[in-house]
DNA sequence: ATCATTAATGAATATCTATTCATCATGGGA
DNA sequence: TCCCATGATGAATAGATATTCATTAATGAT
């Protein structure tokens, strides 16, 4: 199955743009985007992309991602990678990072450490690191989740 | 009156003692120490003490306090503050932080940011912070949450 | 003191989420 | 090719959580 990839994908899009919270309202904007699943299917994709619900203000309890927070370090870790960032460029459904020179690993590990479901993984050398996508992600959705882990680049690229 | 505040410290220290999964285990745990309550109350306190539920590998989801995560910078704040800690002692119910010159009025902010349910409010000079705790707070409640505000705190305590 | 207002709570219930059970499709072995 | 194991899914249901409604106790104003 391929589909079950692209509701992943785009669960996960839904959540980091929009305040979620429930399966339900969630299930709506899935079939909205033509993607038309139950409410168990949700339950499970939920619990594998670990998402988390938070309090919120405005809307009691919402959706999240796991990715940022609970890592130690992370942030710090973050300012550094953002800092070794040179450039990225896609070529053959790949993706390449060229980095300050010694940076390639250490933002490679940042990126291995939060697990991010659209990236299967990395290769990094001493200033260029190859990122392997996840079947049917974008170029777009790779940058978006570059920023969610290394929020500093947001300025960077593009 | 005067139970709520004893009930809601209870649930900080469970949840921020170990993993719990349900409304219905906590409300046990609670039983344990001898406040009796229902589902519906604890639901209600989970709300207004802003719990968290956060995907774990063993028990699915359990139960995490709002405190550190979430707040941008808290991690660097947070070494700075652990740097410029001298001491704590407890005077007629209210804490007295020492600590080096300057650094007051940043530690009382970090304590603030957090707004744990324990502390009432804060008063910083330039090297010394008033603590004032909720009624019914031990001191030592007072020095686990702000180890739970500041994790390096754990060795310069006690 | 009397009354109105508000907060805390439980019981019952509604809402939301996870799981069980069954089904179907897929991909290896033998 | 023929099973068998595995994974994805929906329908139904079990389980968990939030809310509604009613009650009581506390607080304040007149």
Redesign the interface.
Known sequence: MGNRTERLLAIRNIISSQKVSSQEELLDLLEKKGLNYTQATLSRDL?FL??????DMEK??IYEL?DQ??IP????AESYAAQGFVSIQFANKLGIIKTLPGYAPSIASLIDKVNPFEIVGTLAGDDTILIVPHDNVTEKDIINTLIIIIPELKDKIK
């Open positions: 619990k670990k998402v988390n619900k938070i309090s009691g309890y796991p927070h609970h370090g992370h942030e710090l």
